[in-house]
């Protein structure tokens, strides 16, 4: 089986497409969003059609929750909870609804797929001292794969079962200094592969300060963090 994983799309319509190609051309048999679909980008409810239409399962990130209406954006920072809201505002009624129903995780034959941590999904995996009490709530998972940080990353359990937590990076707003968008394939006979794609970011980034949104937002596109 071959699964694609894509997290932390943040409304960046042009990642997205690009990743969406590359995936296609692959030619997986499952596709899983980790969420965050929403938040700092221009085009939030082109992204949300698109996962809809796909039919793309995902969780429900900490920016889908504040956009949705489920919680408030009263631990991010400025320019974070000014995007929040802005999408709040933008997002049609049917795309509200259906980032507030999206699920904390999902469950697969072959892994377990969260936003933050198994333990909270506002917690941030970004050493191994985060994940590893993280391994013992995979209960009959060996695998479990997380976004939220940007970042690509996999941990390996050093102590009990063989484990592992694995972050794709992020389609929309990469944070590890490379600007392409990321995503990972897992084939369940050959392994993860994590991968990047090319995308048109001055256009992303011309959307985001026509919108208003903090020029910020748009800025760091190009330097991938």
């Known amino acids: 089986m071959k ?14 497409l690009s990743v969406l190609s590359d995936i296609d051309a692959l030619r997986p048999g499952f596709v899983v969003c980790l969420g965050d679909i929403v938040g700092y980008g221009a085009d939030p409810n082109a992204c949300v059609d698109i996962i809809r239409e796909r039919n793309i399962p995902s969780v429900m990130g900490n920016h889908d929750a504040a956009a949705a209406g489920v919680t408030e954006p009263c631990n991010f920072n400025p320019a974070a909870r000014e995007a929040a809201l802005w999408t709040r505002n933008e997002l049609t009624e049917e795309n509200a609804d259906f980032l507030a129903a999206l699920p904390d995780s999902i469950e697969t034959e072959h892994f ?22 993280e391994f013992y709530l995979m209960g009959r998972h060996r695998l479990c794969f997380f976004g939220h940080t940007h970042v690509p990353a996999r941990h390996k359990s050093l102590s009990g079962p063989e484990r592992f937590l694995v972050n794709p990076g992020s389609v929309g707003q990469p944070r590890d200094g490379n600007p392409r968008a990321a995503f990972l394939i897992y084939d369940t006979d050959t392994g993860i592969e994590f991968r990047r794609a090319e995308y048109d970011i001055a256009s992303a980034q011309e959307k985001i300060i026509e919108s208003g949104l903090d020029k910020r937002l748009a800025e760091r596109l190009s330097r991938g963090w």
């Open 3 to 16: 699964y694609a994983v894509i997290s932390d799309i943040h409304a960046n319509l042009e990642a997205l």
């Open 112 to 133: 377990l797929a969260v936003h933050g941590a198994i333990s909270d999904p506002d917690k941030y995996i970004l050493d191994y001292g985060d994940a590893e009490p």
